[in-house]
């Protein structure tokens, strides 16, 4: 009986104990939802299996969507192969217009808006954080050194 | 007491203070994304300079959310949906300029209240949580885990799974007693020695999710320039408006205040039962709705209570007691600081500068909210497609900065803005999530520091007086969030019924 209340402590084999213990509770636990809630789901007069819903929502904006995730792919991958400045400058700007919808995309004011909004902002935040505050930022091609000053421009 | 003040910190707790508002009156951004976005500037800064631009954050972002609640209807935070039930109404009798005013007096009461709370109630803590051996650290982490997922309305087992599952995905690292690594994959171990970072998982949690979720529904402008430009003053506000309200005002900053004490309660739950308590005390209920004082007083003081009692587990047990919490904690640990039981012995100076700047803070956040009201109600035009992409921009930096320059971190934005996602469409709590990511690595560790002071025996758990009076809490909660788990499903049920 006292045996069944103790666990080992085994030196080389601890890291395993409480990732063990969690991942039985989660099978355990995940059974469970599955099992209360197909049971719930047959009370209401439906199958224990239900097809799931719609995943997004009706009429989604597709091109927002997945240009999203492919721009931001895109932004991470170049960061630090061009440089920090440079490229979010584009990326910035890049997202502005993803995300202006079709409406104003013939609308030159707000593309230029958008050039003004990614060069201040990124600049604002490069020459603030990089250069002022000495943080790292991602460093590439595009990167600025100037020696003489001691500043890089990332 | 000495405490750290002067025109440099005051400048950037105003800072903080103007920021967050902004953040909180622009739905879809809360205080949490505010304080995570600017939490990379704190690096350079010392602690104390780092605690003001925070908490001006913190209190702004509460705050702000208040505005579009008013004007339009929307919570700009999730803390400030019962101020749309009082709020929006008096706003189309064209009292809006009183309601936002009204709004703002409450809401630095509430702050006010609740730092006194905070003054007051941590010590005590603290010098309880000293005597707490790993048994109860681990309990009372077990404790915050079941908090949480007792209050994940209805869906408690799915709380407490994805709260585990934030657990089991702290532990992808190398176990810090033996060296060893696991569940990394080959490839990964040189950038995964210490799990995932907490700032790319929160921000990928919350802003990057959201980022996604408003993608996906075409970020649509909520509102046009009318609802700002005709804010009405057809009834002047006046301080008389609180009278009669002292107790509503008490009761219902200590409502937030002791909700936001119990980890992982958001503030949205802490104005709803301060709501419905002005109701239930009030002497004429059926007004509370139509636009009445009564219920805007009572969701705007419980909101704000909830920034000083958030921080009361956080200082005296080093647990955060709610997400924008969870974000200091990483600002703490950046700067070197452990907060936990020892915290306020061994820090006494960043103590007092804490409550210095709540209070700072909180008169600030008047000073610039009252006043300029009508400049205010113009934050709720600034359009989301000109914001996320700077958002993002910053997040990066913020990411990449987390332990000197890795891409690696700057990924796991996308990744876990992609998990967000995910859990929020399959209807998880990702709030539970978080908390259980945050504290994962502590319950571990407690756990086999317990286990190996017992000789791996479990019954160790048990044998401790202190260790009862956990234990009973965690069962109060469970039996109380069964009842309420069946409460709220027949509720829903009966809605349903009725929607048929």
Same mark, same amino acid.
């Given at each position: ?59 989604? @904006? ?76 991602? @460093? ?15 | ?109 509430? #702050? ?196 000083? #009692? ?145 000789? #791996? ?44």
């Amino acid at each position: 009986m006292g045996d069944l209340f103790r666990i080992d402590v085994v030196y080389s084999t601890q890291h395993w104990i409480f990732p063990t213990i969690i991942i039985s509770i989660l099978v355990i636990l995940g059974l469970v939802i599955l099992v209360t809630e197909g049971m719930g789901r047959v009370k209401a007069g439906k199958g224990f299996f239900t097809k799931p819903g719609r995943f997004f929502a009706e009429n989604y @904006d597709k091109v927002k969507l997945w240009g999203c995730v492919v721009l931001m792919v895109a932004y991470f991958f170049l960061l630090d192969k061009i440089g920090f400045t440079v490229c979010s400058i584009i990326f910035v700007f890049l997202f502005n217009t993803l995300f202006a919808g079709p409406a104003r995309m013939k609308d030159v004011r707000y593309h230029v808006v958008s050039v003004i909004i990614s060069v201040v902002s990124v600049l604002i935040i490069s020459i603030l954080f990089g250069t002022v505050f000495d943080i790292t930022l991602p @460093d590439g091609v595009c990167t600025i050194w100037i020696q003489s000053l001691g500043i890089t421009i990332f | 007491m000495p405490f750290a003040i002067g025109p440099e910190y005051i400048a950037v707790a105003l800072l903080g203070v103007v920021i967050g508002i902004i953040f909180g009156a622009i739905p879809g951004m809360t205080a949490t994304m505010a304080v995570a976005v600017f939490l990379p500037l704190t690096y350079a800064y010392s602690m104390e300079m780092a605690l003001y631009l925070l908490l001006g954050l913190y209190v702004g972002g509460i705050s702000g959310g208040l505005v579009p609640a008013i004007l339009i209807s929307i919570p700009g935070t999730p803390s400030s949906v019962c101020t749309t039930f009082d709020g929006h109404p008096m706003a189309l009798r064209g009292e809006s300029e009183r309601a936002l005013k009204i709004g703002v007096t409450a809401s630095f009461f509430g #702050g006010l209240i609740s730092l006194a709370v905070l003054a007051l109630f941590t010590p005590i803590l603290a010098g309880w949580a000293i005597k707490f051996s790993a048994v109860e650290k681990f309990l009372i982490i077990l404790f915050a885990l079941t908090v949480i997922a007792a209050l994940s309305k209805g869906q408690m087992l799915r709380g407490i799974w994805i709260g585990l599952l934030g657990v089991l995905i702290a532990m992808m690292n190398q176990f810090s007693v033996n060296n060893a690594y696991r569940m990394v994959p080959d490839g990964l171990k040189t950038y995964m020695q210490g799990g995932f970072q907490l700032f790319p998982v929160l921000i990928g949690l919350f802003a990057m999710a959201e980022m996604f979720e408003q993608c996906e529904t075409g970020m649509h402008a909520k509102y046009s320039k009318d609802d700002s430009a005709g804010i009405g003053e057809n009834v002047k506000f006046r301080f008389s408006d609180f009278k009669g309200q002292v107790i509503n005002v008490f009761r219902s900053s200590l409502i937030g205040t002791f909700m936001g004490i119990l980890p992982g309660v958001g503030g949205s739950a802490a104005s709803l039962i301060a709501y419905s308590q002005a109701k239930s005390w009030s002497k004429h209920p059926e007004l509370l709705g139509t636009g009445v004082p009564e219920g805007l007083i009572a969701s705007e003081s419980s909101n704000n209570g909830l920034t000083g #009692g958030a921080l009361v587990p956080l200082l005296s047990l080093g647990i955060p007691g709610d997400s924008t919490t969870a974000v200091l904690i990483g600002a703490f640990m950046l700067q070197g600081v452990q907060v936990g039981p020892l915290f306020i012995t061994n820090n006494p100076e960043v103590w007092n500068t804490i409550l210095v700047a709540l209070l700072i803070c909180n008169v600030l956040m008047f000073l610039v909210m009252f006043f300029p009201v009508k400049l205010l109600a113009k934050v709720i035009l600034i359009p989301q497609e000109r914001l996320y992409p700077v958002v993002l921009m910053m997040c990066s930096v913020g990411a990449y900065a987390t332990l000197n320059g890795r891409m690696f971190d700057v990924w796991c934005l996308l990744l876990f803005g992609v998990v967000g996602y995910l859990l929020k469409k399959l209807h998880f709590p990702v709030s539970c999530f978080l908390i259980g990511f945050i504290l994962g690595r502590d319950l571990e560790n407690y756990f086999i520091q317990a286990i190996t002071a017992y000789n #791996g025996h479990l019954t160790g758990f048990f044998v401790r007086p202190m260790g009862w009076v956990i234990w009973a809490l965690i069962i109060i909660f469970v039996a109380y969030a069964i009842l309420d788990n069946r409460k709220s499903k027949k509720r829903n049920r009966t809605a349903a019924m009725k929607g048929e």
